[in-house]
């Protein structure tokens, strides 16, 4: 069955034709003709999330595993506000996501009719691109027809063209809910062009042969942009140092996976630091997390900075020179081979795996804590997983240790917010039939709660939660700990644990409080696959922060 308006068969026609098959609705009225196309065409597969928060993170996630176009779709008034926070997720962290949001007829917007507001544009300092179709009335329309082709056709090709989020604005005239056995109309593809590459630039040869200090740094990256071999190239060049984040989805015995780790015992010690200044930055893949390389790089004036990639060029040190715009694996591989003397790489490496050394007595003798309780999960973990990290502590702790080689790490580090995160790791987990685990704080996880209000998260899905009874980040940054003022507005203290809320979704719930019960709830977690699961760890709220900054003191 088909919508009978004609407009509302376009999008659908056209969808399939072009393949964009996941459709994540939000239930209302409004968009019914939208919903009865979708649903009732076997072609799509289509999710029912009451909470339009939920429901735009869930696509984000769908579409991350995926990298491809995954629409949502809601009805009208403030229900597409509620998609925001994962539009400008999705804008950058250019994952490709479309938003159908069902609206009244121009004529009946601010005339006082219920559920009503200005939806045209409402994303516009946050979208690739955004659009709203005529209504078309009759087949006679071709006009009319002609134009939403054009308009939805250029959606899709942007969202996929430019890995991004589109909007789509559709009004609708009541009646709503009628259906016909069949299209009353055709629909046209328009093509992608082809993405013509651009070439690496001279200057950018020229400068690469003559430095003699090279950091490179590989922040968020899909899974397969790198092998093996492309990095043993690379860091074939004794003047390459190459630095890589938790999200790059890199491991390599000539990489530092530890940015944090090298970077601050040396911070404060300004000859030392000085010595690690980089004659040219390279750097590869989305948003960088560590704060203390930005902050490294700024202060001692980077002084050459080029992006590589087809992802947006950010100017994060403020030195960008240029975007090269090919293939970071084909970048590789295009480099002069022109040998440079240098003991750059040999150097930093030699420090990095002193401080690995030295870590150990500290390890030993670290108490029950967030860092303690990351220290044994990561270990913990099985193999050939889909790990994805919260924001905030998580993804920063997480930041200190090497992942395993066959993890695949993500984490929506587009706009770092607490947010939305557990709900894109369910719609990845949904997307794919590898296992997901995720990992995140109690603020994070009970901010979003209404993700496990969701009947499609697969059996196989765990959580595992770090509660800490607060924000403990703010612990760790400048400023007034335990006070009134601190534990209210900053960290906002709480006693609240996930045993309820488990109980009521049909999540298995476990928890523990101490580090000699680690080893067997792990085993459960992991071993019990017949519905999702999650482990609660508790730790002591005021000294996380100690524990963390004494970790960096013992290294030096």
């Not at 056995?181 to 651009?198: C, H, N, T």
């Not at 042969?209 to 899909?222: D, E, F, Q, S, W």
């Not at 804590?369 to 905030?392: A, C, H, R």
């Not at 979704?505 to 523990?512: A, D, K």
């Amino acid at each position: 069955m088909y919508p009978e308006i004609l407009h509302a068969q376009q999008v659908i026609l056209l969808f399939q034709e072009r393949g964009v098959k996941n459709i994540v609705i939000s239930p209302g009225s409004r968009n019914a003709p939208l919903t009865i196309g979708f649903s009732e065409n076997d072609f799509f597969n289509c999710y029912s999330i009451v909470d339009e928060r939920c429901a735009a993170h869930v696509a984000l996630g769908i579409a991350q595993q995926l990298q491809e176009p995954v629409a949502v779709l809601c009805t009208s008034g403030s229900a597409l506000l509620n998609y925001y926070p994962a539009v400008a997720e999705a804008f950058y962290s250019e994952i490709p996501l479309i938003v159908l949001s069902a609206d009244r007829p121009p004529h009946k917007i601010d005339i006082g009719d219920g559920q009503t507001i200005r939806q045209q544009h409402v994303y516009a300092n946050h979208i690739l691109y955004d659009t709203q179709l005529e209504i078309i009335k009759s087949i006679d329309d071709k006009e009319g027809i002609a134009t939403n082709e054009r308009l939805i056709n250029k959606a899709i090709n942007t969202s996929i063209s430019q890995h991004g989020p589109v909007h789509i604005n559709i009004p609708f005239e009541e009646p709503l809910y009628n259906r016909v056995e069949a299209p009353s109309l055709q629909v046209k593809v328009i093509d992608l062009l082809k993405d013509e590459s651009s070439a690496i630039p001279d200057s950018f040869i020229a400068q690469w042969k003559m430095a003699k200090r090279k950091l490179v740094i590989l922040a968020t990256l899909n899974p397969t942009v790198f092998n093996k071999e492309d990095l043993d190239v690379l860091t074939s060049d004794p003047s390459v140092l190459v630095m890589s984040e938790v999200s790059s989805n890199v491991v390599h015995e000539k990489v530092i996976w530890g940015i944090d780790t090298l970077i601050a015992p040396l911070e404060k010690e300004d000859e030392q630091i000085r010595d690690l200044q980089p004659d040219l930055v390279i750097t590869i893949g989305g948003m960088i997390v560590s704060k203390k390389i930005k902050q490294y790089l700024r202060r001692f004036e980077t002084k050459v900075h080029y992006h590589v990639g087809k992802r947006r060029a950010y100017d994060t040190f403020f030195k960008l020179a240029g975007h090269i715009k090919v293939k970071p694996q084909k970048w590789i591989h295009q480099l002069p081979s022109v040998y440079v003397e240098s003991d750059y790489q040999k150097r930093w490496l030699q420090h990095f795996h002193t401080y690995l050394v030295k870590r150990e007595d500290y390890f030993v003798q670290m108490p029950w804590s967030d860092f303690k309780v990351f220290e044994l999960v990561f270990p913990s973990l099985p193999d050939g997983i889909v790990l994805q990290l919260g924001n905030s502590s998580t993804i920063r702790y997480a930041q200190l240790f090497q992942m395993n080689a066959t993890h695949t790490v993500f984490s929506n580090r587009g706009t770092s917010g607490i947010d939305g995160s557990t709900s894109t790791a369910i719609g990845a987990a949904m997307a794919i039939d590898q296992p997901v685990v995720f990992i995140t704080g109690d603020l994070s996880f009970f901010y979003d709660s209404n993700a496990l209000w969701n009947n499609y998260i697969p059996k196989n899905f765990k959580i595992i939660l770090i509660n800490n009874s607060g924000g403990g980040i703010f612990r760790i940054l400048p400023g007034h700990k335990n006070t009134k003022e601190f534990d209210t507005y900053f960290e906002t203290e709480h006693q609240l644990t996930a045993q309820h809320l488990c109980k009521m979704h049909g999540v298995n719930y476990e928890s523990i409080s101490e580090e000699s019960a680690f080893a067997k709830a792990s085993k459960k977690l992991f071993s019990n696959n017949d519905q999702p699961q999650l482990l609660e760890l508790f730790t002591p709220r005021k000294i996380n922060d100690t524990v963390l900054l004494d970790y960096f003191k013992f290294l030096k």
